[in-house]
């Protein structure tokens, strides 16, 4: 049997770790490739984010405002990176996030995300994970709300 032949899924506790950025760099590649060939973790890798406890939720959003939705708005202007984790991609992405609510985001970025994906958003101390609802051309970016399912503070690493 040759060695290509093997094809070793990543254990759950390191798709865990892939999503919140803790993954060791050494590892990072190694499953970022397995995970853009294998359908099956990719649905995996989806489905560890529903994991994540209660107590890592974080609340977004203090203030209130005259926005018409279901959920006040509130603006802000903080760079965020995005990733597609369904369908996968290894990619990163810089943008802003332009303004949140309890459960949701409105980002500009610079490529286009289509309905329906599934996305890594990285912020400050946090990572939000949610699907991209509506996606429109706007000038050299592109808006997109994103209705969030989850969101894990991230503890410094000192």
Known sequence: MSSDAVFLHPHDQDLGLYLLERLPKESLSAIEAHLA????????????????????????GTALTGEMRKEPRYKTDEVVSLQTLNPFSPDRHSGRLADVSRSGMKLQIPVRVECGTLIKIGLKNMIAFGEVRYCVPVGDVFHFGVQVSQ???????E
Do not use: Y
């Not at 995996?44 to 977004?60: K, M, N, T």
């Open 37 to 60: 060939k294998c359908g099956v973790c990719d649905q995996r890798l989806a489905h560890e984010i529903s994991s994540f406890s209660a107590s890592g939720v974080a609340q977004l």
């Open 151 to 157: 969101t894990v503070q991230l503890r410094s690493q």
